[in-house]
């Protein structure tokens, strides 16, 4: 299976400090999604970083991708209350249509 | 502008009824999938539709059936629910199934079967 994996499972952090979460995957692939997803709703997307990338930046969201280890990490700086979520990792199938999702980081922001 | 849009948002079910989950994207896009969440699983690709009139297997697909019904439309439908397929689903789509592109969700369904 190509499913990444998400680390930690959960998160409790105060407002304004920074998260970070870890995924790992198993096999090679040409690109890594984070999506986050709030209480009750569906997955948004966040942000895509593609295999020769090393980091990547959106607003307060960092990730960073490390092809020999098979790891991504997302960072959330200056973390709000609105940040509370769960946060999935995504990887492409070697096809391309199909998405393993990991079972992701729950992160819980106390104001 | 909606998305994509899936209804119900709740059913309940006995064992053994049927029923059929609808999505519709307005988007304009080739791929839509549908997807099961269980607590601690992730979620998992049960259909997809990689462009109007395919349809494709996912990693868990035993026990549903999927109809591309045109390019906005992709329904999911349990011929007989079993309690197993008590879950929250979700429908998605993407512009192409390349795999470099976000894939767009709606609210999901939360299907409880008794």
């Known amino acids: 299976s190509q499913q990444g994996e998400e680390d930690p499972q959960a998160l409790s952090i105060q407002e304004g400090e920074n998260a970070t979460m870890n995924c790992s995957y198993k096999?090679?692939?040409?690109?890594l999604q984070w999506y986050r997803q709030n209480s009750g709703r569906g997955l948004v997307h966040l942000i895509l970083?593609?295999?020769?990338?090393r980091e990547k930046h959106s607003g307060r969201l960092r990730v960073t991708l490390d092809t020999s280890k098979k790891s991504s990490s997302l960072l959330i700086t200056a973390s709000r209350a609105a940040d509370t979520a769960s946060y999935f990792c995504?990887?492409?199938?070697?096809?391309?249509?199909?998405?393993?999702f990991g079972s992701g980081t729950k992160l819980n922001v106390k104001p | 502008n909606a998305g994509v849009t899936q209804t119900p948002k709740f059913q309940v079910l006995k064992t053994g009824q049927s029923m059929t989950l609808q999505c519709a994207q307005d988007?304009?896009?080739?791929?839509m999938y549908w997807y099961r969440q269980d607590p601690g699983m992730g979620l998992r690709l049960i259909y997809y539709?990689?462009?109007?009139?395919?349809?494709d297997k996912g990693e868990v697909p035993n026990g549903y059936n999927v109809s591309r019904l045109n390019k906005r439309e992709f329904s999911l439908r349990l011929e007989s629910a079993a309690p197993s397929q008590t879950s929250v689903y979700f429908c998605?789509?993407?512009?192409?199934?390349?795999?470099?592109?976000?894939?767009?969700f709606g609210d999901g369904t939360r299907l409880s079967i008794l």
């Open positions: 998605a789509s993407s512009e192409q199934g390349t795999g470099s592109q976000p894939q767009h």
């Open positions: 096999t090679s692939i040409n690109n």
């Open positions: 970083i593609r295999s020769n990338e």
């Open positions: 995504a990887t492409p199938q070697y096809n391309f249509n199909k998405f393993y």
């Open positions: 988007m304009n896009h080739n791929s």
């Open positions: 539709s990689a462009s109007e009139g395919t349809t």
